[in-house]
């Protein structure tokens, strides 16, 4: 008895017709539909030849490019002549498809934007990583990697005596938020592969980074150790997390997150309070003093500032919205002089300001210092403009929702808390998340005002060594990948909560 096979199998045997319909098909992606002259039978015959022609091709434009790189073939040469052949590859493929199958005359616009995007990904590509893996001198960044993501001082502390090494201040911040982050996704519907694949190759690159022995002024063991154990936490975080929301109702899940919500926001304040403890903390000798907040600097205070925008902004904000819809004159006229004075003016005049005139205004309450007072005005700039956001989704928030819970028994505070502010942050979650990574981008602006944070150190690492005089460029692009990929984290956190809140459907608004 034979056996069939609906599937369409082919048990084994190379099937021409299966393989010549997926190489249409992908003929057609690139550079849209044949002529007819190149259909039937001359299919093969065309097809193979722009394949062969085209392998040849970039092999060829690969073996000149090999010329003038240089004679010894280093693994990021080979990298980037990879990278060059399989582009100049698409390139050739493409030109060709379009004359010899004649796809410029049955579909000339989907053959020319074929021809334009091929063209744009050949030169990028031979642009960017060329630069990249051959130009570069990279050693300028290794040489300073402490310094960009922790600042000149603690660097030089790090380097100087190991008595005043303050990285533990650092890396009591980066347990506790990896923590807390590694528990948010024990919480979310991310699948236990991914997440451990994914924090993995992170924890790879972070101790890689640490190890690599290009101009390290350091001993490697102390922090590759360090990485390792945060890493185990952030695995155990996960996974008991995991384990608890699996054998837990929902209510109690929902009540776990509004507590990760809230370590979240004590995780902002205790990095600024292990860095640089209160004056009647260290005079009771319950911890030694930090490191003034003037003294900060790198990556650490970009993450500092553009959080002030995010976590007090948002309550801020929520304040704000809510004083300039109240009918009470005393909460709303103020509430709305604050939100357009610091609306009307730019991000870099506040900045100004916070520097030189706001140090007038808050001496007699407070002596913080420049980067202290630069976060505050993060804070209220992100504050009125969440304000703005969150007012236009009160506005849209139906009157029978107000009136069913009036009906239920709430006052006005439950109603506002409990009904009001969640649909608004629900319908707003896009705009809110604009807004952090708006911010985000805007803490690169501190460097103007003499704030050695990332940008600023990166900007002036060139005249710190001698030997790296005319490298200026390697750090700006390092500095400018490290803003994207923060910025596209975001944003893809952004889609994954706007996903579990339901907001590609009219239906997911009991979700929130």
Not at 22 to 28: F, Q
Not at 334 to 345: D, K, N, Y
Not at 457 to 482: C, G, H, R, W
């Amino acid at each position: 008895m034979t056996v069939g096979n609906p599937e369409g199998r082919s048990n084994g045997r190379f099937d021409g017709g299966r393989a010549m319909s997926i190489l249409n098909s992908l003929e057609e992606s690139v550079s849209g539909k044949p002529a007819k002259w190149a259909r039937g039978v001359n299919n093969l015959a065309t097809s193979g030849a722009a394949l062969a022609i085209s392998i040849i091709s970039s092999f060829w434009m690969v073996m000149n490019k090999h010329e003038s790189i240089t004679d010894e073939l280093e693994l990021k040469h080979m990298l980037f002549l990879l990278a060059f052949g399989t582009t100049s590859f698409l390139l050739v493929w493409t030109f060709l498809l379009s004359t010899i199958k004649g796809t410029i005359i049955k579909s000339r616009s989907s053959a020319i934007l074929g021809l334009i995007a091929a063209s744009s990904i050949f030169f990028l590509c031979d642009w960017l990583l060329g630069f990249v893996l051959v130009e570069a001198n990279w050693g300028i960044v290794w040489s300073a990697r402490v310094q960009l993501f922790a600042g000149h001082e603690m660097n030089y502390r790090m380097i100087s005596d190991s008595k005043e090494n303050q990285m533990w201040r650092l890396w009591s911040t980066l347990a506790l938020l990896t923590a807390v982050i590694s528990s948010a996704y024990g919480t979310s519907e991310i699948k236990t592969r991914n997440f451990v694949g994914g924090f993995f190759l992170l924890s790879i690159i972070a101790v890689l980074f640490t190890a690599y022995p290009s101009y390290r002024s350091y001993d490697p063991e102390g922090p590759i150790t360090r990485f390792v154990l945060v890493s185990a936490l952030g695995f155990a975080s996960f996974l008991m997390t995991r384990r608890y929301c699996s054998s837990r109702e929902e209510y109690r899940i929902n009540r776990f997150k509004r507590y990760l919500a809230l370590l979240g926001v004590f995780t902002f304040f205790f990095s600024i309070f292990v860095m640089n403890p209160p004056d009647f903390v260290v005079e009771r000798g319950w911890m030694e003093s930090g490191l003034e907040p003037a003294l900060w600097g790198g990556l650490f205070v970009n993450l500092i500032l553009a959080t002030a925008g995010g976590v007090l902004g948002l309550g801020i904000g929520v304040i704000l919205a809510f004083g300039r819809q109240s009918e009470l004159p005393i909460f709303k006229w103020p509430s709305t002089a604050l939100i357009e004075t610091v609306r009307a003016g730019p991000m870099i005049a506040w900045l100004y300001f916070a520097k030189y005139l706001l140090e007038d205004v808050i001496v007699p309450f407070s002596d913080a210092d420049s980067i202290m007072r630069t976060l505050l005005m993060f804070a209220f700039f992100g504050g009125v403009y969440t304000a703005e956001i969150l007012r236009g989704g009160i506005q849209s928030i139906s009157g029978g929702q107000i009136e069913a819970a009036t009906a239920l028994g709430l006052n006005p505070n439950q109603i506002k808390l409990t009904v009001i502010l969640p649909n608004s942050v629900r319908t707003t979650l896009p705009s809110l998340v604009s807004l952090l990574i708006g911010l985000w981008k805007d803490t690169t602006l501190i460097f103007i005002i003499g704030i050695f944070d990332f940008f600023k150190i990166a900007k002036d690492l060139n005249t710190s060594d001698l030997q790296f005089a005319l490298d200026i460029l390697e750090p700006l692009y390092m500095a400018a990948f490290v803003f994207w990929i923060i910025a596209f984290y975001l944003s893809r956190i952004s889609m994954g909560v706007e996903r579990k809140l339901g907001l590609g459907s009219e239906t997911g608004g009991e979700r929130t």
